[in-house]
Protein backbone atom coordinates (compact mmCIF):
# COMPACT_ATOMS: atom_id res chain seq x y z
CA UNK A 1 0.00 0.00 0.00
CA UNK A 2 1.74 3.09 -1.14
CA UNK A 3 1.44 6.39 1.23
CA UNK A 4 -0.57 9.28 0.38
CA UNK A 5 0.98 12.23 -1.55
CA UNK A 6 0.58 15.93 0.83
CA UNK A 7 -1.75 16.72 -2.40
CA UNK A 8 -3.50 14.60 -4.98
CA UNK A 9 -4.83 17.38 -6.94
CA UNK A 10 -2.13 17.54 -9.56
CA UNK A 11 -2.54 13.90 -10.33
CA UNK A 12 -6.50 15.48 -11.58
CA UNK A 13 -5.26 16.81 -14.88
CA UNK A 14 -8.01 19.32 -14.90
CA UNK A 15 -7.54 20.49 -11.13
CA UNK A 16 -4.10 20.73 -12.35
CA UNK A 17 -5.02 23.15 -15.24
CA UNK A 18 -7.38 25.64 -12.92
CA UNK A 19 -5.37 26.10 -9.74
CA UNK A 20 -7.50 28.38 -8.39
CA UNK A 21 -11.22 26.49 -8.90
CA UNK A 22 -12.31 25.01 -5.47
CA UNK A 23 -14.56 21.83 -7.06
CA UNK A 24 -16.57 20.74 -4.27
CA UNK A 25 -19.01 18.87 -6.74
CA UNK A 26 -17.71 15.09 -6.58
CA UNK A 27 -20.87 14.01 -5.24
CA UNK A 28 -22.59 14.49 -8.85
CA UNK A 29 -18.96 13.95 -10.94
CA UNK A 30 -15.81 13.34 -9.40
CA UNK A 31 -12.49 14.93 -11.32
CA UNK A 32 -10.58 12.11 -13.80
CA UNK A 33 -7.81 10.86 -12.24
CA UNK A 34 -4.67 10.94 -14.87
CA UNK A 35 -4.19 7.18 -14.80
CA UNK A 36 -7.91 6.44 -16.07
CA UNK A 37 -7.26 9.16 -19.07
CA UNK A 38 -3.74 7.58 -20.03
CA UNK A 39 -5.56 4.27 -20.04
CA UNK A 40 -8.13 5.21 -22.37
CA UNK A 41 -5.65 6.77 -24.55
CA UNK A 42 -3.83 3.86 -24.43
CA UNK A 43 -6.34 1.74 -25.47
CA UNK A 44 -8.01 3.52 -28.08
CA UNK A 45 -4.58 4.08 -29.69
CA UNK A 46 -3.15 0.27 -29.35
CA UNK A 47 -5.83 -2.21 -28.54
CA UNK A 48 -9.47 -0.40 -30.42
CA UNK A 49 -11.88 -2.87 -32.04
CA UNK A 50 -14.88 -4.84 -30.99
CA UNK A 51 -14.88 -7.23 -28.11
CA UNK A 52 -15.84 -11.08 -28.05
CA UNK A 53 -16.06 -11.07 -32.10
CA UNK A 54 -13.01 -11.00 -33.72
CA UNK A 55 -9.96 -13.38 -33.93
CA UNK A 56 -7.63 -10.88 -35.30
CA UNK A 57 -4.56 -9.66 -33.07
CA UNK A 58 -6.15 -6.16 -32.72
CA UNK A 59 -9.85 -8.17 -31.45
CA UNK A 60 -7.85 -10.29 -29.20
CA UNK A 61 -6.06 -7.44 -27.36
CA UNK A 62 -9.36 -5.42 -26.80
CA UNK A 63 -10.99 -8.98 -25.52
CA UNK A 64 -8.12 -9.25 -22.93
CA UNK A 65 -8.03 -5.60 -21.94
CA UNK A 66 -11.92 -5.52 -21.61
CA UNK A 67 -11.18 -9.04 -19.36
CA UNK A 68 -8.99 -7.68 -17.61
CA UNK A 69 -10.89 -4.44 -16.64
CA UNK A 70 -14.01 -7.02 -15.65
CA UNK A 71 -11.12 -8.73 -12.86
CA UNK A 72 -9.92 -5.38 -12.05
CA UNK A 73 -13.83 -4.34 -10.80
CA UNK A 74 -13.78 -8.33 -9.11
CA UNK A 75 -11.42 -6.86 -7.16
CA UNK A 76 -12.20 -3.75 -6.02
CA UNK A 77 -15.32 -5.64 -4.59
CA UNK A 78 -13.66 -8.71 -3.53
CA UNK A 79 -16.20 -10.33 -6.21
CA UNK A 80 -16.93 -14.24 -5.90
CA UNK A 81 -15.63 -14.04 -9.53
CA UNK A 82 -14.84 -11.44 -12.78
CA UNK A 83 -18.54 -13.40 -13.95
CA UNK A 84 -20.11 -11.45 -11.25
CA UNK A 85 -19.34 -8.30 -12.58
CA UNK A 86 -21.53 -6.76 -15.34
CA UNK A 87 -20.38 -3.81 -17.02
CA UNK A 88 -23.32 -1.19 -17.96
CA UNK A 89 -23.40 2.62 -18.85
CA UNK A 90 -23.53 3.63 -15.05
CA UNK A 91 -25.45 3.21 -11.69
CA UNK A 92 -29.03 4.09 -12.57
CA UNK A 93 -28.73 1.18 -16.16
CA UNK A 94 -27.34 -1.03 -13.29
CA UNK A 95 -30.25 -0.45 -11.43
CA UNK A 96 -33.16 -0.33 -13.84
CA UNK A 97 -31.26 -3.90 -14.95
CA UNK A 98 -31.94 -5.41 -11.52
CA UNK A 99 -35.49 -3.94 -11.36
CA UNK A 100 -36.19 -5.27 -15.08
CA UNK A 101 -34.12 -8.94 -14.89
CA UNK A 102 -34.95 -9.43 -11.11
CA UNK A 103 -37.92 -8.01 -11.25
CA UNK A 104 -39.09 -10.03 -13.51
CA UNK A 105 -38.72 -12.92 -11.04
CA UNK A 106 -41.22 -11.48 -9.12
CA UNK A 107 -45.32 -11.45 -8.75
CA UNK A 108 -47.74 -9.16 -7.70
CA UNK A 109 -48.22 -9.52 -3.90
CA UNK A 110 -44.28 -9.85 -3.67
CA UNK A 111 -43.05 -7.33 -1.97
CA UNK A 112 -39.77 -4.80 -2.55
CA UNK A 113 -38.21 -2.78 0.43
CA UNK A 114 -36.76 0.44 -0.56
CA UNK A 115 -36.23 3.67 1.46
CA UNK A 116 -37.30 7.33 1.60
CA UNK A 117 -33.89 8.35 1.37
CA UNK A 118 -33.21 6.65 -2.58
CA UNK A 119 -31.48 8.67 -5.36
CA UNK A 120 -34.22 8.55 -8.03
CA UNK A 121 -32.15 6.06 -9.94
CA UNK A 122 -33.33 3.24 -7.30
CA UNK A 123 -37.15 5.09 -6.44
CA UNK A 124 -38.60 4.85 -10.09
CA UNK A 125 -37.55 1.72 -11.22
CA UNK A 126 -39.41 0.34 -8.40
CA UNK A 127 -42.25 2.40 -9.12
CA UNK A 128 -42.18 1.81 -12.51
CA UNK A 129 -42.21 -2.25 -11.67
CA UNK A 130 -44.94 -1.75 -9.49
CA UNK A 131 -46.76 -0.86 -12.64
CA UNK A 132 -46.05 -3.30 -14.40
CA UNK A 133 -46.76 -6.30 -11.67
CA UNK A 134 -48.26 -5.33 -9.16
CA UNK A 135 -45.64 -5.75 -6.55
CA UNK A 136 -45.95 -4.04 -3.23
CA UNK A 137 -43.77 -1.51 -2.72
CA UNK A 138 -42.80 0.09 0.83
CA UNK A 139 -40.08 2.03 2.33
CA UNK A 140 -38.20 2.32 4.88
CA UNK A 141 -38.52 5.68 6.90
CA UNK A 142 -36.00 8.38 7.71
CA UNK A 143 -35.13 9.95 10.86
CA UNK A 144 -34.44 13.65 11.51
CA UNK A 145 -31.47 13.94 10.26
CA UNK A 146 -32.21 11.49 7.19
CA UNK A 147 -30.81 8.25 7.93
CA UNK A 148 -32.89 5.18 7.40
CA UNK A 149 -34.54 4.70 10.69
CA UNK A 150 -34.50 0.76 10.86
CA UNK A 151 -36.95 0.24 13.51
CA UNK A 152 -40.05 -0.25 11.80
CA UNK A 153 -38.30 -3.28 10.00
CA UNK A 154 -39.46 -6.28 11.83
CA UNK A 155 -42.76 -5.34 10.16
CA UNK A 156 -41.88 -4.55 7.01
CA UNK A 157 -39.46 -7.62 6.32
CA UNK A 158 -41.56 -10.66 6.07
CA UNK A 159 -41.85 -13.79 4.11
CA UNK A 160 -43.62 -11.39 1.33
CA UNK A 161 -39.83 -9.22 0.90
CA UNK A 162 -38.02 -10.14 -1.79
CA UNK A 163 -35.71 -8.20 -1.87
CA UNK A 164 -34.49 -4.80 0.16
CA UNK A 165 -32.74 -1.88 -2.46
CA UNK A 166 -31.29 1.02 -0.33
CA UNK A 167 -28.55 2.83 -0.91
CA UNK A 168 -24.87 2.53 0.79
CA UNK A 169 -24.48 6.25 1.55
CA UNK A 170 -26.66 8.87 0.76
CA UNK A 171 -26.00 11.61 -2.18
CA UNK A 172 -27.83 14.60 0.69
CA UNK A 173 -26.74 13.62 3.92
CA UNK A 174 -23.43 12.24 3.39
CA UNK A 175 -25.83 9.00 6.20
CA UNK A 176 -23.89 5.36 5.89
CA UNK A 177 -26.21 3.04 5.75
CA UNK A 178 -26.58 0.51 8.81
CA UNK A 179 -26.10 -2.65 6.16
CA UNK A 180 -24.97 -5.33 8.77
CA UNK A 181 -28.92 -4.48 10.61
CA UNK A 182 -30.23 -5.00 7.08
CA UNK A 183 -28.92 -8.00 5.91
CA UNK A 184 -29.47 -9.58 8.85
CA UNK A 185 -33.34 -9.01 8.41
CA UNK A 186 -33.49 -10.12 4.80
CA UNK A 187 -31.61 -13.41 5.76
CA UNK A 188 -34.20 -14.46 8.11
CA UNK A 189 -36.89 -14.23 5.18
CA UNK A 190 -35.07 -15.20 2.36
CA UNK A 191 -34.78 -11.73 0.97
CA UNK A 192 -32.22 -10.17 -1.27
CA UNK A 193 -30.01 -7.34 -0.63
CA UNK A 194 -29.25 -4.22 -3.16
CA UNK A 195 -27.02 -1.90 -2.22
CA UNK A 196 -26.60 1.50 -4.69
CA UNK A 197 -22.96 1.89 -4.44
CA UNK A 198 -22.87 5.11 -6.33
CA UNK A 199 -21.54 7.38 -3.98
CA UNK A 200 -19.95 4.66 -1.98
CA UNK A 201 -16.89 3.92 -4.18
CA UNK A 202 -15.71 7.34 -3.98
CA UNK A 203 -14.67 6.91 -0.58
CA UNK A 204 -12.59 3.59 -0.99
CA UNK A 205 -12.82 -0.27 -2.54
CA UNK A 206 -15.60 -1.90 -1.10
CA UNK A 207 -16.01 -5.93 0.19
CA UNK A 208 -19.13 -6.97 -1.29
CA UNK A 209 -18.82 -10.68 0.55
CA UNK A 210 -18.39 -8.82 3.86
CA UNK A 211 -21.55 -6.53 3.15
CA UNK A 212 -23.09 -9.49 2.64
CA UNK A 213 -25.32 -8.48 -0.21
CA UNK A 214 -26.41 -9.49 -3.07
CA UNK A 215 -26.10 -6.73 -5.68
CA UNK A 216 -23.91 -3.98 -6.15
CA UNK A 217 -24.17 -1.01 -8.46
CA UNK A 218 -21.53 2.39 -8.89
CA UNK A 219 -21.02 4.43 -11.74
CA UNK A 220 -17.23 4.98 -12.86
CA UNK A 221 -17.51 8.67 -12.94
CA UNK A 222 -18.14 9.29 -9.50
CA UNK A 223 -14.63 7.62 -8.76
CA UNK A 224 -12.24 9.06 -10.56
CA UNK A 225 -12.89 7.40 -13.97
CA UNK A 226 -14.44 8.06 -17.25
CA UNK A 227 -18.51 8.28 -17.66
CA UNK A 228 -20.45 6.02 -19.75
CA UNK A 229 -19.59 3.22 -17.71
CA UNK A 230 -20.65 1.72 -14.74
CA UNK A 231 -20.77 -2.12 -12.76
CA UNK A 232 -23.35 -3.99 -11.71
CA UNK A 233 -22.16 -7.00 -9.17
CA UNK A 234 -24.35 -9.39 -8.39
CA UNK A 235 -23.87 -13.09 -6.90
CA UNK A 236 -23.28 -15.73 -9.11
CA UNK A 237 -26.22 -18.18 -8.26
CA UNK A 238 -28.83 -14.74 -8.09
CA UNK A 239 -27.55 -13.64 -11.87
CA UNK A 240 -27.58 -17.54 -13.23
CA UNK A 241 -31.55 -17.22 -11.99
CA UNK A 242 -32.33 -14.20 -13.92
CA UNK A 243 -33.91 -13.69 -17.44
CA UNK A 244 -31.97 -10.93 -19.32
CA UNK A 245 -33.32 -7.39 -19.27
CA UNK A 246 -31.96 -6.16 -22.82
CA UNK A 247 -31.78 -8.04 -25.89
CA UNK A 248 -29.38 -7.91 -28.60
CA UNK A 249 -25.93 -9.51 -30.17
CA UNK A 250 -23.75 -10.84 -27.53
CA UNK A 251 -26.34 -12.20 -24.98
CA UNK A 252 -27.50 -14.73 -26.73
CA UNK A 253 -26.42 -18.88 -26.57
CA UNK A 254 -27.92 -19.80 -29.74
CA UNK A 255 -30.29 -17.73 -32.00
CA UNK A 256 -32.94 -19.96 -34.46
CA UNK A 257 -36.43 -18.69 -36.45
CA UNK A 258 -38.08 -20.93 -33.07
CA UNK A 259 -36.13 -19.15 -30.43
CA UNK A 260 -33.68 -18.30 -28.32
CA UNK A 261 -31.33 -19.45 -25.72
CA UNK A 262 -29.49 -16.97 -23.22
CA UNK A 263 -25.64 -16.93 -22.99
CA UNK A 264 -23.85 -17.53 -18.85
CA UNK A 265 -23.74 -14.27 -16.81
CA UNK A 266 -21.84 -11.92 -16.89
CA UNK A 267 -22.75 -11.80 -21.37
CA UNK A 268 -26.26 -12.76 -20.55
CA UNK A 269 -26.74 -8.81 -19.15
CA UNK A 270 -24.59 -6.85 -21.37
CA UNK A 271 -26.61 -7.05 -24.84
CA UNK A 272 -24.63 -4.76 -27.51
CA UNK A 273 -21.48 -3.37 -28.04
CA UNK A 274 -20.23 -2.75 -24.23
CA UNK A 275 -18.51 0.83 -23.32
CA UNK A 276 -14.85 -0.82 -23.76
CA UNK A 277 -12.58 2.30 -23.48
CA UNK A 278 -14.42 2.96 -20.40
CA UNK A 279 -14.42 0.17 -18.98
CA UNK A 280 -10.50 0.25 -19.10
CA UNK A 281 -10.26 3.63 -17.96
CA UNK A 282 -12.54 2.56 -14.91
CA UNK A 283 -9.75 -0.47 -14.27
CA UNK A 284 -7.17 1.76 -14.17
CA UNK A 285 -8.96 4.23 -11.83
CA UNK A 286 -9.76 1.26 -9.58
CA UNK A 287 -6.49 0.56 -9.44
CA UNK A 288 -5.23 3.43 -8.51
CA UNK A 289 -7.59 3.39 -6.06
CA UNK A 290 -6.43 0.25 -4.78
CA UNK A 291 -2.78 1.14 -3.74
CA UNK A 292 -4.27 4.08 -1.50
CA UNK A 293 -3.83 4.21 2.07
CA UNK A 294 -7.59 4.34 2.82
CA UNK A 295 -7.36 5.33 6.91
CA UNK A 296 -5.25 8.61 5.83
CA UNK A 297 -7.57 9.37 2.64
CA UNK A 298 -10.78 8.84 5.65
CA UNK A 299 -8.96 11.12 8.42
CA UNK A 300 -8.17 13.87 5.86
CA UNK A 301 -11.80 13.77 4.74
CA UNK A 302 -13.46 13.78 8.04
CA UNK A 303 -11.11 16.43 9.42
CA UNK A 304 -12.44 18.67 5.93
CA UNK A 305 -16.27 17.37 6.67
CA UNK A 306 -15.53 18.88 10.48
CA UNK A 307 -14.27 21.98 9.32
CA UNK A 308 -16.52 23.09 7.02
CA UNK A 309 -19.27 21.60 9.34
CA UNK A 310 -17.75 23.79 12.04
CA UNK A 311 -18.04 26.78 9.80
CA UNK A 312 -21.72 26.28 8.26
CA UNK A 313 -22.85 26.07 12.14
CA UNK A 314 -21.50 29.63 12.42
CA UNK A 315 -23.62 31.01 9.71
CA UNK A 316 -26.68 32.15 11.73
CA UNK A 317 -29.95 30.82 10.07
CA UNK A 318 -28.09 28.10 8.11
CA UNK A 319 -30.16 24.45 8.90
CA UNK A 320 -27.32 21.44 8.42
CA UNK A 321 -29.59 18.12 6.99
CA UNK A 322 -28.40 15.10 7.97
CA UNK A 323 -26.25 13.13 10.57
CA UNK A 324 -23.92 14.96 13.31
CA UNK A 325 -20.03 14.59 12.85
CA UNK A 326 -19.81 12.13 15.05
CA UNK A 327 -22.31 9.91 13.46
CA UNK A 328 -21.11 7.54 10.43
CA UNK A 329 -21.39 9.64 7.49
CA UNK A 330 -19.04 10.77 4.70
CA UNK A 331 -17.86 14.04 3.78
CA UNK A 332 -21.51 15.23 1.63
CA UNK A 333 -22.89 17.84 3.52
CA UNK A 334 -26.00 19.46 2.61
CA UNK A 335 -27.92 22.88 3.72
CA UNK A 336 -30.63 25.43 4.01
CA UNK A 337 -31.00 28.91 4.08
CA UNK A 338 -34.22 30.22 4.79
CA UNK A 339 -35.21 32.37 2.11
CA UNK A 340 -32.41 31.84 0.02
CA UNK A 341 -32.34 29.77 -3.46
CA UNK A 342 -29.76 27.15 -3.78
CA UNK A 343 -29.53 28.22 -7.29
CA UNK A 344 -28.88 31.87 -6.09
CA UNK A 345 -26.16 30.89 -3.49
CA UNK A 346 -24.38 28.71 -6.26
CA UNK A 347 -23.75 30.98 -8.61
CA UNK A 348 -22.64 33.71 -6.63
CA UNK A 349 -20.29 30.97 -5.44
CA UNK A 350 -19.40 30.60 -9.24
CA UNK A 351 -17.93 33.57 -9.14
CA UNK A 352 -15.55 32.82 -6.50
CA UNK A 353 -14.50 29.69 -8.39
CA UNK A 354 -16.33 27.50 -6.45
CA UNK A 355 -18.55 24.46 -7.99
CA UNK A 356 -20.99 23.24 -5.57
CA UNK A 357 -24.43 21.58 -6.34
CA UNK A 358 -28.03 23.56 -5.10
CA UNK A 359 -31.41 21.74 -6.28
CA UNK A 360 -33.69 18.64 -5.30
CA UNK A 361 -30.41 16.45 -5.90
CA UNK A 362 -32.98 14.18 -7.67
CA UNK A 363 -34.06 12.89 -4.14
CA UNK A 364 -37.38 15.03 -4.09
CA UNK A 365 -39.08 11.92 -1.44
CA UNK A 366 -35.86 12.65 0.90
CA UNK A 367 -35.96 16.48 0.54
CA UNK A 368 -40.05 16.34 1.72
CA UNK A 369 -39.06 14.59 4.43
CA UNK A 370 -36.28 16.78 5.68
CA UNK A 371 -38.98 19.67 5.40
CA UNK A 372 -37.46 21.46 2.42
CA UNK A 373 -37.80 21.37 -1.67
CA UNK A 374 -34.34 22.46 -2.33
CA UNK A 375 -30.79 22.31 -0.40
CA UNK A 376 -27.39 23.56 -1.30
CA UNK A 377 -24.62 20.31 -0.99
CA UNK A 378 -20.74 20.73 -0.87
CA UNK A 379 -19.12 17.32 -1.35
CA UNK A 380 -15.28 16.66 -0.41
CA UNK A 381 -13.46 14.01 -1.91
CA UNK A 382 -9.70 13.07 -1.95
CA UNK A 383 -8.48 15.71 -3.46
CA UNK A 384 -9.90 18.85 -1.82
CA UNK A 385 -7.83 20.57 0.78
CA UNK A 386 -8.54 23.58 3.52
CA UNK A 387 -8.23 25.93 1.24
CA UNK A 388 -11.69 25.15 -0.63
CA UNK A 389 -13.03 24.88 3.25
CA UNK A 390 -12.28 27.84 3.48
CA UNK A 391 -13.03 29.18 -0.05
CA UNK A 392 -16.29 28.23 0.68
CA UNK A 393 -17.01 29.70 4.17
CA UNK A 394 -15.68 32.89 3.00
CA UNK A 395 -17.79 32.37 -0.24
CA UNK A 396 -21.05 32.07 1.85
CA UNK A 397 -20.62 34.62 4.00
CA UNK A 398 -20.01 36.98 0.58
CA UNK A 399 -22.77 35.16 -1.29
CA UNK A 400 -24.73 35.90 2.18
CA UNK A 401 -24.26 40.06 1.95
CA UNK A 402 -25.29 40.06 -1.88
CA UNK A 403 -28.11 37.84 -1.78
CA UNK A 404 -29.75 39.43 1.92
N1 LIG B 1 -27.53 6.68 -6.78
C1 LIG B 1 -26.98 7.68 -6.10
C2 LIG B 1 -26.95 7.61 -4.59
C3 LIG B 1 -26.43 8.77 -6.78
O1 LIG B 1 -25.88 9.78 -6.08
C4 LIG B 1 -26.46 8.79 -8.19
C5 LIG B 1 -25.88 9.95 -8.99
N2 LIG B 1 -26.18 11.19 -8.46
C6 LIG B 1 -27.04 7.70 -8.86
C7 LIG B 1 -27.56 6.66 -8.12
C8 LIG B 1 -27.12 7.64 -10.34
O2 LIG B 1 -25.86 7.58 -10.90
P1 LIG B 1 -25.64 7.82 -12.47
O3 LIG B 1 -26.31 9.13 -12.80
O4 LIG B 1 -24.17 7.85 -12.63
O5 LIG B 1 -26.27 6.67 -13.18
Request: hydrophobic share 45%.
Amino acid sequence: MSAMPASLRDEFPLLAAEPDLHYLDSAATSQIHRSAMDAVLHHETTSRANVSRGTYRLAEAADLAYERARQTAARFLNAGSPDEIIFTSGATAALNLVAHAFGNTLQAGDRVLISVAEHHSNFVPWQMLRERTGIELAMIPVTASGQLDLALLPELMDSKCRLVAVTHLSNVTGAWTDVATLVEAARKVGAKVLLDGAQAVQHGPQDVRALGVDFYAFSGHKCFAPGGVGVLWGRGEVLAAMPPFLAGGGMIASVSLEATTWAEPPQRFEAGTPPIAQAVGLAAALEWMMGLDWRQVHARESRLCELLIEGLQRIPGLRLLGPEMSAQRAPIVSFDIPGLHPHDICQVLDTHRLALRGGHHCAQPLLAALGVEVCTRASIALYNDEADIHALLDGLTFALRELA
